[in-house]
């Protein structure tokens, strides 16, 4: 099947259709190559990225890679390289559960104070370079179990590296910028 629909929340009578957790598990746990992880926010994050560290950990060959935002408050005076030096303090120190570490990226537009404002607002998860899900939900308990979240699970190669293609054009151009290792 190449193109599925993927909800969070109350079931319908009638209705069948894949949760996004389940779908995410299965993407991380079948990916042998290549997993890009895309999500706006995330909460506890040993729990939130338990899965992705556990894959990583048991196929040394797998390449991952993490898009995320960092967030400043909206009265935050505080300098955007302090911000981006607590978040990799936090995400390094006691958010990454894993051994081996994924590459880290971000948008350093949020951080700007008067500057665009833009964010890295993007749920998706390209697996192998074979599959793309593209989500509401983000990577929280809420989103994958309670809210109403949609989503679409594209098994098409062409698609699923077209996506690829356009996040790498950002790391590559320095749109996405790596979070650093304290």
Do not use: C
């Not at 069948?16 to 926010?41: F, G, P, V, W």
Request: net charge positive; no cysteine.
């Amino acid at each position: 099947m190449p193109a599925s629909l993927v909800w969070t929340g109350p079931e319908a009578k009638g209705l069948h259709s894949r949760n996004t957790r389940q779908i995410l598990d299965e993407m991380i746990a079948s990916a042998k190559r290549s997993i890009l992880l895309s999500s706006y926010t995330y909460f506890d994050g040993p729990k939130a990225f338990r899965s992705v560290a556990k894959r990583m950990d048991s196929a040394p060959s797998l390449q991952v890679t993490l898009l995320l935002n960092i967030e400043r408050g909206r009265r935050s005076t505080t300098k955007s390289e302090d911000l981006v030096g607590r978040f990799a303090s936090r995400f390094w120190g006691t958010d990454w559960p894993g051994k081996r570490r994924p590459g880290v990226y971000y948008d350093p537009r949020s951080l700007e104070p008067g500057g665009p404002q833009g964010v890295l607002h993007a749920k998706a998860v390209i697996a192998d370079e074979e599959a793309l899900f593209v989500t509401s939900a983000n990577l929280t308990d809420a989103a994958m179990d309670r809210n109403v979240e949609v989503g679409v699970l594209l098994r098409d190669r062409t698609i699923a590296l077209t996506a690829l293609a356009h996040f790498r054009a950002l790391i590559d151009q320095d749109l996405l910028l790596p979070l650093p290792v304290p």
